[in-house]
T-cell receptor, first 114, second 112 residues
Framework: NAGVTQTPKFRILKIGQSMTLQCAQD?????MYWYRQDPGMGLKLIYY???????DKGEVPNGYNVSRSTTEDFPLRLELAAPSQTSVYFC?????????????FGPGTRLTVL | AQTVTQSQPEMSVQEAETVTLSCTYD???????LFWYKQPPSRQMILVIR??????QNATENRFSVNFQKAAKSFSLKISDSQLGDAAMYFC?????????FGKGTRLHILP
């Protein structure tokens, strides 16, 4: 199993550009999450999904969109990139028990918006 | 608002010694889960240990153990026989509904 994979690893965007961060898991997990980690800070939840076709907002959803058309994939869309979105983005997944079970994290995507 | 507080931004410990990282949390729930995650320089988030609030026995995983004080809402992590590979950021976290709330982290340095 590859676990949770994220692409790209690094990306530089100009203000106003759009991009999609890809996340995939091959563990048949039904729960998936997107977090951002700002320098010196913990993780903040952007969006999460408890199953295909179901998504919900986390703490900091503004400026982002998600979709969950399959169990495996959970892409995160940035529509109009802003410098405040410079961060490291982590995708995570867990099994049926949700947060009571272990969350498996991807390696992260470092995004810089200039 | 539910919060998780780690009051020690950085700590250092001599190799082979024991170190304790502090964490307090705030919740009105009676049943919940608490976690310690490790983030080494590779940035990969790794679950170190978790505790179910209704279990009175403190969780242990090899050299890692917790001191869970439910009434005080305290959840500290003890690392015994510290090793160079333990150097990392450590995040305390607690679940809320379908989400997990993370503290700001403690950076642990291991001195050879």
């Amino acid at each position: 199993n590859a676990g949770v994979t994220q692409t790209p690893k690094f990306r530089i965007l100009k203000i106003g550009q759009s991009m999609t961060l890809q996340c995939a898991q091959d563990m048949n997990h039904n729960y998936m999450y997107w977090y951002r980690q700002d320098p010196g800070m913990g993780l903040k939840l952007i969006y999460y999904s408890v199953g295909a076709g179901i998504t919900d907002k986390g703490e900091v959803p503004n400026g982002y969109n998600v979709s969950r058309s399959t169990t495996e994939d959970f892409p995160l869309r940035l529509e109009l990139a802003a410098p405040s979105q410079t961060s490291v983005y982590f995708c995570a997944s867990s099994y049926v028990g949700g947060v009571s079970d272990t969350q498996y994290f991807g390696p992260g995507t470092r995004l810089t918006v200039l | 608002a539910q919060t998780v507080t780690q009051s020690q931004p950085e700590m250092s410990v001599q190799e082979a010694e024991t170190v304790t990282l502090s964490c307090t949390y705030d919740t009105s729930e009676s049943d919940y889960y608490l976690f310690w995650y490790k983030q080494p320089p590779s940035r990969q988030m790794i679950l170190v240990i978790r505790q179910e609030a209704y279990k009175q026995q403190n969780a242990t995983e090899n050299r890692f153990s917790v001191n869970f004080q439910k009434a005080a809402k305290s959840f500290s992590l003890k690392i015994s026989d510290s090793q160079l590979g333990d150097a990392a950021m450590y995040f305390c976290a607690q679940n809320r509904d379908d989400k997990i709330i993370f503290g700001k982290g403690t950076r642990l340095h291991i001195l050879p």
